[in-house]
Structures are given as C-alpha cells and as structure tokens.
C-alpha cells in the first residue's frame, strides 16, 4: 500500500473545504492529522480508558471516534498506519516542514522543498500534484 503524501499546514480545516470538495469529486481521500490540538476527549471515552480500557470507541449518526492511551510522544508513521491506509494526501496541522500549504483566495500555496519559489495552484490541480510519488511519506 502506498503512503500518503504529507503537507503541513497551519489554518483551520474549514480553510480547505475546497481542496476537501474536490478531492471528493475526484475519488480522492484527504484526511487531516491535528498534532497541534488539545482538545479534551468526551467524557464518556476518557472515562473507559481513565478505567482501564486500551481503547474506546464512540459511534453513531455517521461519525466514529476513537480514543486511545499512548505512551509518550506520537509517532507519525505510526498514526499513519493505523488511521491512513489508502489515503492520497494528509494534511497535517502542527507539523514543521516542506511541503507545506496555504490557502490563498480560490487557490492554495505550495512551499515545496525542492523549488525556489511557492507556487499557487487550484484544488484540481494540487490534487494532480501531490498525488505524485515525490510527496509521498
């Protein structure tokens, strides 16, 4: 299975509700990774794994969400693996790096590593452009 292609980005997810309607368009998964947040877990999963439980899980009315302990820091490649399998691109909000991404009016600015200057792009054509293998994690 291919790894996703990572993108740091530094705005919220609605800023990237175009690049979000277009890969749906295009049959392309996005995900969003938030290394940043420190958001509380609802009551109710804190609650089972303040108990014991190594994982719990809350599901219904077209949501799912999980809460599991860990022991230190994340780990990218694993948090990767276990919640991205198949996905085309992650954005990832609290992370440091190239290529990073902004939204600009209609557009989005890429910051690569490898050019000299950031370039702006529209959804459709990020999309095409991350989704190549250079991207890749």
Do not use: I, N, Q
């Not at 989005?108 to 190549?132: H, I, K, M, N, Y």
């Amino acid at each position: 299975m291919k790894a996703p292609a990572l993108v740091a980005v530094d705005r919220t997810p609605e800023s990237f509700a175009s690049l979000f309607a277009a890969a749906h368009e295009a049959g392309v998964r996005v995900g969003w990774l938030d290394l940043a947040s420190e958001a509380a877990p609802p009551a109710e999963l804190a609650a089972a794994t303040s108990a014991g439980a190594t994982k719990s899980v809350a599901a219904g009315r077209g949501r799912c969400l999980v809460l599991k302990p860990v022991a230190g820091a994340p780990v990218l490649r694993d948090l990767l693996r276990e919640h991205f399998l198949g996905y085309a691109l992650v954005l990832v909000r609290g992370r440091e790096g190239k290529p990073s991404l902004a939204p600009e009016g209609e557009s989005f600015r890429l910051d690569d590593a490898g050019a000299t200057r950031a370039r702006l792009l529209s959804a459709p054509e990020l999309l095409r452009e991350l989704c190549r293998p250079r991207y890749r994690a």
